[in-house]
């Protein structure tokens, strides 16, 4: 019986779903920039399905070229105006 308020996967689950691995998630929720949906008592992480376009934004903006911290800043407070700040400050660079 799950114990979650959404339908929760495993880190190494949402991993595969996501085209990552298991450490850049946990990377991710040690430095504040992405935390799982759920942790339980033992520190598993478990993460909801609804979190991939979370994820996905990262992702794009890793790839093309924004340090973590501006992502994490933009993740924090996103709105579309920031976001094309961000990109057209990265297309500058």
């Known amino acids: 019986m799950q114990k979650f308020s959404v339908p929760c996967i495993k880190t190494g689950d949402f991993a ?3 085209n990552t691995n298991k450490r850049t ?3 991710y929720d040690e430095i504040g920039l992405f935390s799982p949906a759920y942790t339980d008592e033992k520190g598993y992480r478990y993460y909801s399905e609804n979190q991939c376009d979370t994820f996905f934004t990262i992702t794009c903006l890793k790839e093309i070229g924004m340090p973590l911290k501006a992502i994490k800043q933009y993740i924090d407070h996103k709105n579309p105006v920031d976001l094309q700040t961000l990109l057209l400050q ?3 660079k």
Do not use: E
């Open 16 to 18: 595969k779903l996501c």
């Open 25 to 27: 998630l946990i990377h």
């Open 90 to 92: 990265q297309q500058k």
